[in-house]
């Protein structure tokens, strides 16, 4: 049984406090005196008086030690006179009772929740990916939202106020703590909740630009007049992109979200700022434009500009689609606006109006001229009405897309109001940095007007359809779905977050997210990339079965060449996030270089060895090639900006791990899809059927695998989809 403790205990005779006793209390004056404490001076019948008696309290125990005693200086230390010394108040004594009894309304209420999510610096070491999957999270972070269980003894606090006690003051009503958001108010459920608005709509608005190219395909074909409008259709993206396009999605993100968090306006000045200024030089681009449309057709493809016929319709279709670069510009600044206020939606969900406005349009065509192999119209026979019509149509998707945009804009009051006042606000400093982004994305097209050039004529000296730019197109707007979706939607939320690491200086934070983002996407990207190696060809046979077989086949080959690229340039697309956070636009321009260089010379050794026939494909396969050389550097140069860790075991042992999981699951799954092609045929009902076994197959042998080799993305990956289906 313990003995309650004495605080009397080892003092000396008269009270004096001696070596070995407890230490003086807080408070007490020059002469050891202890000022009365209100607390206690409340009358305790239990412990007044417990230990009066005490046998020590006559002796002193240091007078009874020869060292002690010799050594003790009482001439410096003389003791105090007697009757001056004042008894010390007792060290512990118990609180006075409370004049009413506890209200349980007080002491029951539920503490508020800790914030969601793993937290990212944990102690001894500890990843956050690994702590968040062994229950600890859960456990502290959903402690709130069990449902409290109502208190069974309220009813004795409720008869105790009747007793004859003096009543309970009324006491105010605590208000209750927010209940936090469903599936977790925190950093990564905020970055999840966030992909998942933008990848729904990126899923939609892919899913509509299927359907557009389709009818495109089917109202054009897949030979020179198709050729000539993916051109024209191409021109205006790729001068936005050349003069502001590369500055607007790279650096004024972070400009963007630094006028927020810095100016007192909130950054609205700014944007207003930056809108005018984009408007005004893109009005001065597209004017510019149409004056030399000609040229331009030139410089995309001299196989189409020497053919007359086809240049005829090429730079009709071009004067047609170049306006739009105004709008595309117009919603681009506008997205970012939202993006830079937390708003993420918009930008991902408007462009399925352009095209639906587009597919409504080519549907008119097809309503009215047939299909390409009903009308065999060719670029010497489509009439100038359909010309116009089609030009007319694709114009409008744009400004519809763009005026889609104020709504949203409005909703979270932003108000635009032109302003002209650029000099001395920051936008010169955006500016410079927006000039190596224009260098880096001119020196990307430069690799992409090869490729256009040699893609054409290999079209044409080949002299069978889907051969051509056109098939490479449509292969490549597959291939990129995967991206614009996964890849895209997850950075998209990280940037901003990533900006505001960097701008704090705050390097481990750059490393987490960047590292986050690069795992994340590839639980979706590497098995899709496999999809696409082995059922690359059913799939084109099924989606462009309208523009012929042999021409469906070969856009089929054309992705399966593109198929694995998509890894290394998914990984590009997240590595040069980082570079752009720290406001570096500079190594991302020489590291496309290297890539646009790589592309180019691989597509023209292609172009010079391949029959034309098989060009295209070694094209397509040049391009991932390319990215992966530009991985290499790119991941170097990173490592070093933040200080020799970019995280790089744990990203490339992910990585590794889920293609060892896709390979069998490949080899099978394309195994099955060619043995269904080679026994149904290659028509619309066996390319479905060989998709769609073989698919099945692919993705439930990846899933199995990846289960069994305990990859933890993957595990998070299906454990959130549970959370949200209430499993």
């Known amino acids: 049984m313990n003995a309650p403790y004495d605080g009397d205990r080892g003092q000396g005779a008269g009270g004096a406090a001696s070596p070995g006793g407890p230490p003086v209390p807080p408070g007490a004056g020059q002469d050891g005196s202890v000022p009365p404490d209100p607390y206690l001076q409340q009358p ?15 002796q002193d125990l240091t ?53 969601a999510g793993p937290s990212r610096h944990l102690p001894y070491g500890d990843r956050p990916a690994t702590t968040q999957f062994v229950g600890v999270d859960d456990l502290v972070t959903r402690a709130s939202d069990d449902r409290q269980e109502p208190d069974a003894f309220a009813h004795l606090f409720r008869d105790q106020e009747g007793s004859g006690k003096p009543p309970v003051p009324p006491q105010p009503e605590p208000a209750p703590a927010p209940a936090p958001a469903k599936g977790g108010g925190g950093k990564v459920s905020g970055l999840l909740k966030s992909s998942a608005v933008m990848a729904a709509g990126t899923l939609v608005s892919r899913l ?18 198709g050729d000539s409008f993916t051109i024209a259709y191409t021109l205006p993206t790729m001068i936005y992109i050349l003069t502001v396009g590369g500055g607007l999605n790279s650096v004024f993100v972070p400009q963007l979200v630094r006028a927020m968090k810095d100016d007192e306006d909130g950054g609205e000045a700014f944007a207003n700022r930056l809108l005018t200024l984009v408007m005004v030089a893109l009005g001065l681009i597209v004017a510019a434009a149409v004056l030399v449309a000609p040229v331009l057709i030139q410089l995309m493809s001299s196989t189409i500009a020497d053919d007359v016929a086809a240049n005829s319709v090429a730079v009709t279709f071009a004067r047609y689609c170049l306006p739009t670069i105004f709008f595309m510009g117009v919603h681009v600044v506008m997205g970012q606006i939202l993006n830079a206020r937390g708003k993420f939606g918009a930008m991902m969900w408007t462009p399925v109006l352009n095209n639906i406005v587009m597919i409504i349009t080519f549907g008119l065509f097809i309503w009215v001229y047939g299909t390409s192999a009903e009308s065999q119209m060719g670029v010497d026979t489509i009439p100038p009405e359909g010309v116009r019509l089609l030009g007319i149509g694709t114009l409008l998707g744009l400004v519809v897309q763009a005026l889609a945009m104020i709504p949203y804009l409005r909703e979270t009051g932003f108000r635009f109001r032109p302003r002209f006042d650029w000099k001395g606000h920051g936008l010169g400093k955006t500016v410079k940095l927006a000039k190596w982004t224009v260098l880096f994305v001119l020196a990307n097209q430069a690799g992409v007007l090869v490729v256009t050039q040699l893609a054409t004529a290999a079209g044409k000296l080949s002299g069978k359809d889907g051969t051509g730019f056109l098939a490479y197109s449509n292969a490549q707007l597959i291939w990129g779905m995967p991206q614009a979706i996964i890849t895209v939607s997850v950075m998209a939320a990280l940037l901003p977050r990533i900006s505001r690491a960097a701008h704090d200086n705050d ?4 490393r987490d997210d960047i590292s986050q983002g690069l795992r994340n996407s590839a639980v979706a990207i590497v098995p899709v990339a496999f999809t696409f190696l082995a059922l690359g060809l059913p799939m084109c046979t099924l989606l462009y079965a309208s523009s012929g077989t042999e021409a469906a086949r070969s856009m089929g080959f054309i992705l399966m060449a593109f198929a694995l690229g998509l890894i290394p340039y998914s ?10 956070a720290y406001e570096d636009t500079r190594t991302p321009f020489y590291n496309t270089v290297i890539v646009a260089a790589v592309n180019a010379a691989a597509s023209a050794l292609c172009y010079v060895v391949l029959p034309a026939r098989w060009a295209v494909v070694g094209m397509a396969f040049s391009y991932g090639l390319a990215y992966a050389v530009g991985v290499g550097v790119a991941w170097r140069r990173l490592r070093n900006r933040l200080g020799g860790d970019l995280d790089g075991a744990h990203i490339v042992r992910t990585y590794a791990r889920l293609c060892m999981a896709a390979v069998p699951a490949a080899l099978v ?41 305990r990859i933890e993305e993957v595990n998070g990956l299906v454990g959130m989809v549970r959370g949200r289906l209430g499993r």
Do not use: N
């Not at 390097?507 to 750059?510: E, H, K, L, Q």
């Not at 697309?573 to 752009?580: A, E, I, Q, S, T």
């Open 208 to 225: 509509t630009g299927f359907v557009r190219s389709l009818v495109i395909t089917a109202a054009l074909g897949a030979a020179m007049l």
């Open 669 to 709: 799954g394309g195994a099955v899809g060619f043995g269904i092609l080679e026994l149904v045929g290659t028509g619309a009902l066996g390319s479905l059927a060989a998709l769609i076994c073989g698919g099945v197959l692919l993705l439930g042998i990846f899933f199995v695998a990846a289960k069994k080799m």
């Open 44 to 58: 305790d019948p239990y412990l007044q008086h417990a230990y009066d008696d005490d046998p020590y309290r006559a």
């Open 63 to 115: 007078a009874q030690d020869p060292v002690d005693e010799a050594l003790y200086d009482r001439a410096a230390h003389p003791p105090p006179p007697p009757g001056t010394y004042q008894e010390p108040a007792p060290l512990y004594q118990q609180p006075p009772p409370a004049p009413y009894a506890p209200d349980p309304r007080i002491w029951a209420q539920t503490p508020p929740p800790e914030p």
């Open 507 to 510: 390097p481990g934070a750059v």
């Open 571 to 580: 990984v590009q697309y997240v590595v040069l996030r980082g570079f752009y």
